[in-house]
């Protein structure tokens, strides 16, 4: 009777085992099979920052044999926007979620709602108020606005009124940058910084803007655009309104427009990201947290001062002219 009892006591726990272990390898299976969704800060085709690091991303995905979506919203000033599409797609159950959010605060409440779902968050390019993400892969961006005003200290010496045209203000990115180039810019009494100038991502508002402040004073002598579509907006106007050139223009990013501007004297430098690089380590840094890997709590991809008479070194080259699939 004793053997007996024993025999269907073991029977029971080994058939509680093999439904166990059934059911950690089905969810393994599952976890594995499920996407990556990467939802950038716009999926505007003409700006080529997110192109790149779209196509670092999708690099990324084939090699390490994951499904990868990249879904976002026509322009990076949708801020509601975004919220919504990042809310829907939590109800997906994805992988992992890489997020460049438009806002670092509004974002917020939404990125605990992909934690509490048990979702892996990576920040990519623009992060969140209190560093929620398991990984934050950008640019240092307040270094990188350091180095915008070092460059325009090249072109521009002595007692000087500058302006600030840049993107969205309350993206994380733009905080950086600006608070980059005005602690830098502030360390000098003779310098006067105009109030800064947000186009919302839209070029021809950074256009328009620009073309309103010169207008009005007649003495700047120096600009900073923060981003792509700000530095060709502001490119545009100084192109129209300086053509002495003697207002001096660093940018950010590149893009054959900007590269153009470079090579016709309207933009004295840009200082240029490694978006290829940020989304190739964002999906590579997303499926390793999701598999349980401890990964970097951030990692800074770096940014290079391209000028007319560096843009043509070898290294130079691959960074102005990255690989981008048609």
């Known amino acids: 009777m004793k053997v007996r009892v024993s025999a269907i006591a073991v029977a029971i726990l080994l058939a509680i085992l093999v439904t166990t272990a059934y059911f950690l390898l089905s969810k393994g299976i599952?976890?594995?099979?499920?996407?990556?969704?990467?939802?950038?800060?716009?999926?505007?085709?003409?700006?080529?920052?997110?192109?790149?690091?779209?196509?670092?991303?999708?690099?990324a995905a084939k090699e390490y044999n994951t499904e990868l979506k990249v879904i976002g919203t026509p322009s990076e000033s949708d801020i509601d926007e975004q919220i919504k599409l990042v809310e829907t797609l939590i109800a997906e159950k994805p992988k992992a979620i890489i997020l460049a959010a438009t806002d670092y605060n509004r974002l917020v409440p939404t990125a605990q709602k992909i934690l509490n779902a048990g979702i892996t968050l990576i920040t990519v390019d623009s992060g969140l108020e209190g560093g929620m993400s398991a990984s934050?892969?950008?640019?240092?961006?307040?270094?990188?606005?350091?180095?915008?005003v070092e460059t325009m200290k090249n072109y521009v010496q002595g007692p000087a009124n500058y302006a600030i045209v840049s993107f969205?203000?309350?993206?994380?990115?733009?905080?950086?940058?600006?608070?980059g180039v005005r602690d830098h810019l502030q360390k000098d009494p003779s310098v006067q910084i105009l109030d800064t100038l947000y186009s919302n991502g839209s070029e021809e508002?950074?256009?328009?803007?620009?073309?309103?402040?010169?207008?009005?004073?007649?003495?700047?002598?120096?600009?900073?655009?923060?981003?792509?579509?700000?530095?060709?907006g502001a490119a545009r106007a100084l192109k129209e309104l300086d053509p002495e050139?003697?207002?001096?223009?660093?940018?950010?990013?590149?893009?054959?427009?900007?590269?153009?501007?470079l090579e016709a004297g309207i933009l004295q430098a840009t200082v240029v990201q490694k978006p290829f690089n940020m989304g190739y380590l964002a999906v590579k840094t997303a499926i390793q947290a999701s598999e349980g890997h401890k990964v970097s709590t951030t990692m800074d991809t770096g940014s290079e001062v391209i000028t007319k008479d560096n843009m043509y070194t070898s290294e130079n080259?691959?960074?102005?002219?990255?690989?981008?699939e048609k």
């Open 30 to 59: 599952e976890s594995k099979n499920r996407p990556l969704i990467l939802i950038p800060k716009t999926t505007n085709p003409h700006v080529e920052f997110w192109r790149v690091l779209n196509q670092g991303a999708s690099t």
């Open 136 to 148: 934050f892969i950008a640019t240092d961006n307040y270094v990188a606005g350091r180095k915008a």
């Open 168 to 179: 969205v203000k309350t993206s994380k990115t733009q905080m950086d940058r600006e608070n």
């Open 245 to 261: 050139r003697k207002i001096k223009l660093i940018g950010f990013d590149s893009s054959m427009n900007e590269i153009a501007f």
């Open 317 to 324: 080259q691959k960074l102005l002219f990255p690989f981008v």
């Open 205 to 232: 508002k950074a256009y328009e803007q620009t073309k309103e402040l010169l207008a009005k004073h007649s003495d700047i002598r120096g600009i900073f655009g923060l981003n792509e579509v700000s530095t060709i």
